[in-house]
């Protein structure tokens, strides 16, 4: 079986699907690695490195007409730029493997669906401990966490770290983190680090000891979430009532933080606003919030998604793809994940789908022409699928 690897189009991107590293258990499974020419490029892989492990470096077109799975970061739904040129190279018999933003659009989904491939998104991988390794939602959500910290520090006209020096004393940067699921959990970890006092808040009480753990502090509010955690592990969606009281409750910590960093998001919704305005107008000048929501609408008023705006004197980042610009450990992380479910999926070096396992049946996406995902299709208001 030919893995195809098309170079990744999504404006700015730099991550590739697959690395040097994990082509020799392919290999030991039956698969072969075709690579587009320059895929790995921007992410630290040259093509010869991909060849010195046994890879073919091929056309675009070659890798779409010969691959039986194309394996890409941001497929056609989360690639919304330019991800729908590749389209009409896909076909029935075909598998797909990516992000593919599978509560996204349903217009998205069936376009997909209509090539006749076999689509498996990577956002729908169950949170089980079988499944961590190939979790990559998890992979991209360490590195924007520790991103978002880099990008804070190196904005702020202040360091992180406590110092007492001949020339007096500096004290710590302090960073808020609002959302603390994987890349919350990382930007705490990275905040601690590089010496900032860091605290952060969560709707889940289950974050509390999680945040405790890292050294950060958790912030406490005097209100419940209703059912806050799905079964999943995800956060729910509440109520405007309640978001607005998380706002006022938000408001002291908010203010009295050099760096507020927002990740509270909820799948397939638009993100909850819980920095306003007014909340940014309170900050000490020169402080910065990086919206790791942005993309989702962001978590706070005056983000604007792919910006990086100032307003009242606070810089607000909602650079979108944050991934993206750490592409050498994001694709190293990414193609791991990629790997692990690639050696799931094959037996005997034949692409086998077999339901009864719910990390086939959870990522299957579409299939015959049709979204067949069941949690998909309840999302969207489709009649249920037989078995
Ligand atoms: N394999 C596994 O078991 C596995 C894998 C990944 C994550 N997890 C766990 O799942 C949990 C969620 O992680 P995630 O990264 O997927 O989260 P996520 O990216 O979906 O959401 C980020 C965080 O925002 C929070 N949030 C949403 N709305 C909020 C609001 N209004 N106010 C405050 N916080 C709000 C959520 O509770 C969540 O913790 C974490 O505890 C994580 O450790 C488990």
Do not use: W
């Not at 077109?61 to 729908?84: M, P, Y």
Request: net charge neutral.
């Amino acid at each position: 079986m030919i893995v195809g690897v098309p170079k990744e189009s999504y404006p700015g991107e730099r991550r590739v699907a697959l690395v040097p590293g994990v082509l020799a258990s392919l290999a030991k499974a039956g698969l072969q690695v075709m690579v587009e020419t320059g895929a790995g490029e921007s992410a630290g892989y040259p093509d010869a490195e991909y060849v010195d492990k046994g890879a073919k470096v091929a056309s675009r077109e070659e890798i779409f007409s010969t691959a039986d799975i194309i394996v890409q970061v941001l497929c056609h739904g989360s690639n919304d730029k330019t991800g729908r040129s590749d389209l009409p190279f896909l076909r029935s018999g075909q598998a797909l493997v990516g992000f593919l933003r599978p509560l996204g659009t349903a217009e998205t989904l069936q376009e997909i669906a209509r090539t006749g491939a076999t689509a498996f998104s990577v956002e729908l991988m169950p949170r089980t401990t079988r499944a961590q390794s190939m979790d990559a939602l998890s992979s991209m959500a360490t590195i924007c966490g520790y991103k978002a910290v880099v990008m804070a520090a190196d904005t702020l006209p202040r360091i992180f770290p406590m110092l007492t020096t001949a020339a007096g004393t500096i004290t710590p940067g302090r960073v808020l983190i609002i959302g603390a699921g994987v890349a919350g959990l990382q930007a705490i970890a990275t905040a601690r680090r590089l010496g900032a006092v860091a605290s952060a808040y969560d709707m889940r009480p289950a974050a509390k000891e999680q945040v405790q753990s890292l050294g950060g502090r958790f912030v406490e509010l005097p209100i419940e979430a209703k059912d806050a955690q799905d079964a999943r592990g995800y956060g729910t969606a509440q109520g405007e009532e309640f978001y607005r009281k998380q706002r006022e409750l938000l408001s002291e910590a908010v203010a009295a933080n050099d760096v507020v960093i927002t990740a509270a998001v909820i799948p397939g919704k638009t993100s909850p606003i819980l920095v306003t305005r007014e909340m940014v107008a309170r900050m000490a000048p020169g402080s910065v919030i990086v919206d790791l929501a942005a993309e989702r609408g962001g978590n706070c008023e005056l983000t604007r998604g792919g910006e990086i705006v100032v307003e009242h004197g606070v810089t607000i980042i909602g650079t979108f793809n944050l991934a993206s610009a750490v592409p050498y450990h994001a694709s190293q992380m990414y193609a791991k994940n990629v790997t692990a479910f690639l050696l799931n999926l094959v037996k005997d070096g034949k692409l086998q789908i077999n339901l009864a396992d719910e990390i086939h049946r959870e990522t299957l996406l579409t299939h015959g022409g049709e979204i067949v995902n069941a949690r998909v299709r309840e999302f969207f208001g489709l009649a249920a699928k037989g078995a």
